[in-house]
């Protein structure tokens, strides 16, 4: 069955900086655009990066524009999310999720179909 798991989070000070994978299974992974959402306490949860499924589209929230790298390796069934510069502000539960639909930029998460448990990341000093 389909099945995303992330990992990589954890406590940073402020400026440093975390590889976020997402390893997925059960499901024709080359064939999904993946997105990374987080949600702070209290808050929505929101989009903050996007990769189409060949890796050649790539869209960043205003946030993290500059910080934030996203990559995939289809045959290794991977997506990352280099995170630098830490923020306080960016601490949150990491996400990521896949689709189908092919879009020129991230989609709402209602359009997702298949997520991960999610990944804790804090930034304190």
């Known amino acids: 069955q389909p099945r995303l798991v992330e990992s990589g989070g954890g406590l940073v000070q402020p400026g440093g900086s975390l590889r976020l994978s997402c390893a997925a299974s059960g499901f024709d992974f080359h064939y999904y655009a993946i997105a990374w959402f987080r949600q702070a306490p209290g808050m929505e949860r929101e989009v903050v990066s996007c990769?189409?499924?060949?890796?050649?589209?790539?869209h960043y929230d205003d946030s993290v524009q500059g910080r934030y790298t996203i990559s995939r390796d289809n045959a290794k069934k991977m997506v990352y999310l280099q995170m630098n510069s830490l923020k306080p502000e960016d601490t949150a539960v990491y996400y990521c999720?896949?689709?189908?639909?092919?879009?020129?930029?991230?989609?709402?998460?209602?359009?997702?179909?298949?997520w991960g448990q999610g990944t804790q990341v804090t930034v304190s000093s």
């Open positions: 999720a896949a689709t189908e639909y092919v879009s020129t930029y991230c989609l709402g998460q209602d359009e997702y179909h298949y």
């Open positions: 990769i189409s499924s060949s890796g050649g589209k790539t």
